[in-house]
């Protein structure tokens, strides 16, 4: 249906920044939700980020560090990390669906890219 492929990702040390890349394909909707999440070597999958229109939401983890955004003419989404920490090492994917909540809610449905890696040393 859609095809994501993430971009932007690389190792870097504490403190730095990074912006990652999602570029959409396929059959896309402007008032689908979309977002980030990550997973960490020996963790689950979990949520990072979405947005969905005007509307924004952040793991408590994140929130103040990353910011999230989309230009929906270019089918794209991005997400601004700084302040980055060694426990924000993990594969970074992203993700399309219905809205925000399922995203937060689910991580079964939806179309998935595969991933761009984030290393943060310390």
Same mark, same amino acid.
Not at 10 to 14: F, I
Not at 37 to 51: C, D, I, L, N
């Given at each position: 249906q859609v095809q994501l492929v993430e971009s932007g990702g690389?190792?870097?040390?504490?403190g730095a920044s990074l912006r990652l890349s999602c570029a959409a394909?396929?059959?896309? $909707?402007? =008032? $689908?939700?979309?977002g980030w999440?990550?997973?960490?070597?020996?963790? @689950?999958? @979990?949520? !990072?980020?979405? !947005?969905s229109g005007g509307a924004t939401a952040y793991a408590d983890s994140v929130k103040g560090r990353f910011t999230i955004s989309r230009d929906n003419a270019k089918n794209m989404v991005f997400l601004q990390m =700084?302040?980055?920490?060694?426990?924000?090492t993990a594969v970074y994917y992203c993700r399309t669906d219905?809205?925000?909540?399922?995203?937060?809610? =689910? =991580?079964?449905?939806?179309?998935?890219?595969?991933g761009t890696q984030v290393t943060v040393s310390s």
């Open positions: 690389g190792l870097v040390q504490a394909s396929g059959r896309t $909707y402007d =008032n $689908y939700a979309m999440f990550r997973q960490a070597p020996g963790k @689950e999958r @979990e949520f !990072v980020a979405a !947005v =700084n302040s980055l920490k060694a426990e924000d219905i809205s925000i909540l399922t995203m937060r809610t =689910n =991580n079964r449905g939806g179309s998935w890219g595969q």
